[in-house]
């Protein structure tokens, strides 16, 4: 009799266990389908990068956080801030950005190797990773990126401008 009963017992046991996991991962599958409906930005960088004295600006965001880097290899000078990213900033940065259209934007070459700085914008979405360098020659779609700057520059603290 004993034995029927603990039959009974991991039956059931096994059953609910069972439905415990087939429903965690329908629940989880649905989550990411959701997620992948849309094309969504998780990083911006904005860099203006060489010179002959070797000097960098660089901004960073992601969601949650933002990041600038400031100096000079020559003379060794090396500034940086970091801060919080809330949920408000994140919009405003992201939304000078239509992902439907950055394809449009096109490049022009490096001006380093002649001792010139360059731009560059890197976005990071969902389903790719595009990179402009020196698109301000770019007349037609060159504005969602500056836009993108002036909103990167305005983020800084005084005493990094």
């Not at 039959?7 to 266990?17: D, L, P, R, T």
């Not at 259209?101 to 990773?129: A, H, W, Y």
Request: charged letters at 25%; one cysteine or more.
């Amino acid at each position: 009799m004993k034995s029927a009963v603990r039959n009974n017992m991991a039956k059931i046991f096994g059953a609910v266990f069972l439905l415990l996991v087939f429903f965690s991962c329908m629940q989880k599958n649905t989550t990411s389908v959701t997620k992948n409906s849309g094309e969504e930005i998780l990083s911006l960088t904005y860099s203006n990068v060489g010179g002959m004295q070797g000097s960098y600006r660089t901004f960073t965001a992601t969601k949650d956080s933002i990041k600038f880097e400031n100096g000079q290899s020559v003379n060794n000078i090396h500034k940086e801030w970091r801060a919080k990213m809330s949920p408000e900033n994140w919009k405003k940065l992201t939304s000078t950005l239509d992902v439907k259209t950055l394809s449009k934007i096109t490049s022009s070459p490096s001006m380093q190797p002649v001792d010139g700085i360059d731009e560059t914008f890197k976005v990071n979405t969902t389903r790719k990773t595009q990179v402009f360098v020196n698109s301000y020659n770019d007349k037609i779609n060159y504005s969602q990126l500056q836009n993108l700057k002036t909103k990167f520059e305005k983020m800084l603290p005084k005493e990094y401008k």
